[in-house]
């Protein structure tokens, strides 16, 4: 049996005394800003409940006012307490003292209806109607100045103008002192100005600012596929734009969200095992059909009639708050969120997001501890990876229904105060080199360049800060590889596209070693891995972050397989000599295994001179020389092949590579009978290339095609390019360049006419 309207309870939560008001009886929704009787009824409780911090209306979804809008609340509990005692108002005893009596029960009983009954519900109207009132009474006043009551009229003027002035001592009329011109009393409008509750579903933990600034200029809006509605806007006083979502959880009716509460409730009796969460894909599936089965049973007990669709969409949004990730899962499925940030301690901060067209933004979105709590638990379960006090930091990835992420993970005792967590979203398919030019993070030059290194077989560093790009750009370097060379990949954190490449026909094999921050882990370390590749037969090698003690395991396999296989792999610096301090005097590789380093590609973020505004872009092409003895940076051992120009926002090609002056690229020429000692013809191969790449570019962009970028089409537009290479070789006895394009484009032309990439 539901309890009555309005009961209540206060407890303890961390440092915040909260009141818990029930109103699953109640008929109307339990919003302070919207109905006048929840309002009376909660300067009713605070005025025997003083020391609350926060209030939560507990309803089909719980409307929480934090502390800030609690102590507005309190102030006009406790004036509503001190005016129900007349006795102590001055100027009250004056009046009661006055011999004639003929006006003084009229103003109380005016003064009583006032304070009792329309100031709990409507302390801003009261404020106004008591301004009327003391102007009717002044204008009154002045018509009698010769007149007995005179006296009696100056003090209750004096009295009223007391209580007006209790009132404006309120932070909630002083806020609102100057926007109440014109307002009507028993009018709303003006309580959505302050009261502005997190709301939260009852099925769920996540507490979301559901209301739109109101100040707020709205700067992007847009649609996800799940239906849920993204809104950007810029604050007034902040550089820091709002990214608010509205998820269809969110939108429901009473009666679904009903449903939803209670198939929550059952499907929490059926709680996944530990095994299950090897194939959290699998297990995801299994819990689908379980949870619409049990919607569709409860629409039927409740002889509601709902679409497919609905049913879908109810199913979904239970799995996301059973053995899902909430609202992290909406977050995540938006394809412009790049980072998702929460910091501790929980219930405190909005979740922070990275967002491709407007960088750093906080949302709307609130995390709970209970919330924190279940996803630290989840991620033990899928990676396999202790989270505790001697392990306090998680490094791992989560696949989830369009997205993929790194999650890294921090707790106590290195979290003082609780968990944190960063999210960073992958790109569903492969970046390629012409998804970079499109994006200006390198040119087609820049493009064709590394096209024809990749092709020769050389190893490569790519180095960046962090959120940099350098995992993209490694992804794009897979995709310039051969379909028919082998590649094995090594990674502590899955993060390469190996999934998409095996789709795409590559022989490709991934392999998962411990990370270098966890102890305690039955998984193979990641030094261990590297050597295990050079026993697995001819192939490439790609390392997704040298960090560790596996860098000299890395300079092994590249000292061995550099003139018969591409290995490459990220690192963190920021410049060429910054990787090799990082990996000399950090990592501890001799300086003579680091000369196994052929090209070092540096991407670095670019900002704007205001800060507001931050780009991806390659800043560097450096090839290192073997020549060098101590300090390559000294002794010439770095030559820049391309360099970034912030003046035209793009890498231009250093003199020594417009004059052949590389020694990395001539000894990639060397292996080819016709490039040998023939810069021109090896200039001509890097400018075909480019000019490959960038005519995809601009073909995608006269058909309105985005998918010519896309991983799929570009791996056939390399093995053509190739083919017919080869093809133009074996007829004319040389590399034709213009023949090679001519029919080249053909290709590309056959290929959009028959293709369809709106699949």
């Known amino acids: 049996m539901p309890n009555k309207p309005f009961s209540y309870e206060v407890m303890k939560e961390g440092e915040d005394k909260v009141l818990t008001i029930d109103c699953e009886g109640y008929a109307r929704m339990p919003s302070l800003e919207d109905d006048p009787i929840t309002m009376a009824r909660a300067i009713d409780i605070l005025s025997s409940e003083p020391n609350v911090t926060k209030i939560v209306f507990k309803q089909k979804r719980n409307f929480e006012y934090d502390f800030s809008q609690t102590m507005l609340l309190k102030e006009i509990a406790h004036l509503q307490k001190q005016l129900m005692k007349p006795k102590n108002l001055p100027g009250y005893n004056l009046l009661l003292s006055a ?21 709990k519900s409507d302390p801003v109207g009261t404020y106004v109607e008591l301004k009327r009132i003391a102007r009717e009474e002044s204008i ?89 509605e993204v809104t950007i806007f810029e604050l007034p006083g902040t550089v820091q734009y709002l990214y608010h979502l509205n998820p269809p959880e969110f939108r429901l009716d009473e009666d679904q969200y ?16 530990k095994s299950d969460f090897i194939d959290p894909e699998r297990m995801r599936q299994v819990f689908y059909n379980i949870g619409r089965d049990l919607i569709e049973e409860l629409i039927g007990y409740k002889n509601m009639s709902l679409k497919d669709s609905e049913i879908d969409l109810l199913t979904n949004i239970l799995i996301r708050y059973t053995i899902g990730f909430g609202l992290i899962e909406v977050l995540l499925s938006d394809k412009k969120i790049q980072d998702i940030t929460i910091n501790s301690p929980m219930g405190e901060a909005p979740m922070f997001i990275v967002h491709q067209d407007f960088g750093d933004c906080r949302t709307n979105i609130i995390p709970t501890e209970p919330e924190s709590e279940s996803w630290a638990t989840k991620l033990r379960l899928i990676s396999g990876r202790p989270l505790d006090e001697a392990n306090p930091i998680l490094d791992t990835e989560l696949s989830l229904p369009g997205a993929s992420t790194r999650v890294a993970v921090i707790s106590s005792p290195l979290n003082p105060s609780g968990l944190a967590y960063a999210f960073r979203r992958h790109r569903d398919k492969p970046w390629t080199l012409p998804l970079f030019i499109e994006q200006k993070m390198l040119d087609p030059l ?27 750009v490694l992804s794009a370097i897979m995709v310039e590889v051969m379909r028919r060379a082998r590649l094995i990949t090594i990674e502590d954190t899955l993060e390469l596209p190996v999934s998409s490449l095996k789709s795409l026909g590559y022989n490709i094999q991934s392999m998962k070693v411990a990370s ?50 591409i290995v490459a792999g990220t690192i963190h610096g920021d410049s060429p000599y910054g990787v090799f301090d990082r990996v000399v005097n950090d990592l501890g ?29 390659v800043t560097q092409i450096t090839e290192v020389r073997k020549h060098w003895q101590n300090d390559p940076l000294l002794e010439h051992g770095f030559v820049d092949l391309m360099k970034y120009d912030p003046e035209q926002d793009k890498l231009l090609p250093s003199d020594e590579l417009i004059n052949g002056d590389s020694e990395i690229i001539k000894a990639i020429a060397g292996n080819v009978k016709e490039w040998a000692g023939n810069w021109d013809a090896v200039w001509d191969n890097i400018l075909l290339r480019a000019k490959i790449k960038e005519a995809i570019v601009n073909y995608a962009r006269k058909f309105n095609n985005p998918g010519l970028l896309e991983a799929d089409f570009v791996v056939l537009a390399n093995d053509e390019f190739h083919r017919i290479s080869d093809s133009v070789s074996e007829r004319t006895g040389k590399l034709d360049s213009r023949k090679i394009f001519f029919e080249w484009e053909e290709w590309l032309k056959r290929s959009i006419k028959k293709m369809d990439f709106s699949r």
């Open 99 to 119: 011999k004639c009596m003929q006006c003084i029960p009229h103003w109380y009983a005016d003064m009583k209806e006032l304070v009792s009954a329309r100031l």
């Open 140 to 228: 009154k006043a002045q018509g009698m100045a010769n007149s007995p009551c005179s006296k009696c009229y100056s003090t209750y003027i004096e009295m009223l103008n007391s209580i007006i002035a209790m009132f404006e001592k309120s932070r909630l009329i002083a806020s609102l002192k100057d926007r109440l011109a014109g307002h009507v009393p028993g009018s709303r409008g003006v309580y959505q100005q302050v009261f502005i509750p997190e709301v939260k579903p009852d099925f769920m933990f996540t507490k979301l600012m559901a209301s739109y600034p109101l100040e707020g200029e709205e700067l992007d809006a847009y649609t996800l596929e799940d239906g849920s």
């Open 589 to 617: 590789v001799p300086k003579t295994s680091f000369k196994a380093t052929d090209i070092i590609i540096v991407a670095n973020p670019i900002r704007s001179p205001d800060g507001l505004h931050r780009w991806r872009r």
């Open 516 to 565: 270098a921050m966890t102890k305690g882990t039955s998984e193979v370390a990641a030094d261990e891995g590297i050597r295990t590749t050079l026993r697995m037969g001819d192939s490439g090698l790609i390392i997704g972050e040298v960090r560790s003690t596996e860098s000299r395991a890395l300079y092994e396999s590249m000292r061995i397989g550099a003139l018969a296989n």
């Open 446 to 472: 820049a493009a064709g360049l590394l096209s024809f290194i990749v092709d020769g077989s050389r190893t490569l560093l790519i180095a960046g800060t962090r959120s940099a790009g350098k995992t993209s």
């Open 258 to 273: 009903e449903i939803l509460d209670t198939a929550r409730k059952v499907l929490a009796e059926h709680k996944p095992r």
